[in-house]
């Protein structure tokens, strides 16, 4: 079986400041890993995703993750915050054992202040 | 399609209503999921299917849920007697099936039973 812990459930950052939003996951096999992002009302938009490939991946809007399998970690991570980035962020592993089938974690909000 | 296509996009039913909901997703998607989102919450599977047959079905809350696919596309998501907690997103998603294909999501109906 496989699970997604998204360790925060609100980050609030200033406006221009980095962004981390972490993620730890569990599975019996090799996971793939993608963060989604979704805004208030609307569907959920893929930001990025790992699958087996570098270890580091770069999403839309300048995001990017870094796959670490000695720590079951994939972060989420920008360099500076924009005002549009605040939304609900989802980390979501899926694997061969479970079907493919993807699992979510609980989701962070990320508050962006001016 | 261009992209998973969902309706209605909003519908409010009266307490113990039947509905149905309906997804069409990317053409050539053999893999189809349907999850719940209620309000503040984070994504709660239903059922997966995988071509017209659904292996997974142990995210149906309960008997009043059914779900069914039909020519290996389009899908019905039917929630018979609605109840109050049935109020929530549904949202619907579709992929290749495989390690790492990307999942893609429609944009939800709105359920709102009063």
């Known amino acids: 079986a496989q699970s997604v812990t998204q360790l925060d459930s609100h980050v609030s950052v200033s406006e221009g400041t980095p962004v981390l939003l972490r993620c730890n996951y569990s599975?019996?096999?090799?996971?793939?890993l993608f963060w989604y992002v979704q805004h208030p009302n609307k569907g959920l938009q893929l930001l990025l995703k790992?699958?087996?490939?570098?270890?580091l991946v770069k999403g839309i809007n300048g995001f990017e993750a870094e796959f670490k399998k000695s720590e079951t970690s994939f972060h989420l991570t920008k360099p500076s915050a924009h005002m549009s980035d605040a939304a609900e962020y989802f980390c979501?592993?899926?694997?061969?054992?479970?079907?493919?089938?993807?699992?979510f974690g609980r989701g962070t909000s990320l508050i962006v202040h001016p | 399609g261009a992209g998973v296509s969902q309706s209605p996009s909003n519908k409010v039913t009266e307490k113990g209503k039947d509905v149905e909901l309906r997804c069409d997703p990317i053409?050539?998607?053999?893999?189809l999921y349907w999850y719940r989102q209620s309000l503040g919450q984070g994504l709660e599977f239903l059922i997966y299917?995988?071509?017209?047959?659904?292996?997974?079905k142990s995210g149906l809350p309960s008997d009043r849920f059914s779900a069914e696919r039909t020519g290996g596309s389009v899908s019905t998501l039917t929630i018979q007697r609605t109840q109050q907690e049935d109020s929530a997103v549904y949202l619907c998603?579709?992929?290749?099936?495989?390690?790492?294909?990307?999942?893609?999501f429609g944009e939800g109906s709105w359920l709102t039973v009063v």
């Open positions: 790992y699958t087996s490939a570098a270890t």
């Open positions: 299917f995988q071509g017209n047959s659904a292996p997974d």
């Open positions: 998603a579709s992929s290749s099936g495989n390690q790492g294909g990307t999942i893609y």
């Open positions: 979501v592993v899926s694997v061969a054992g479970g079907s493919y089938i993807p699992t």
């Open positions: 599975s019996s096999y090799s996971p793939s």
């Open positions: 053409s050539g998607h053999t893999a």
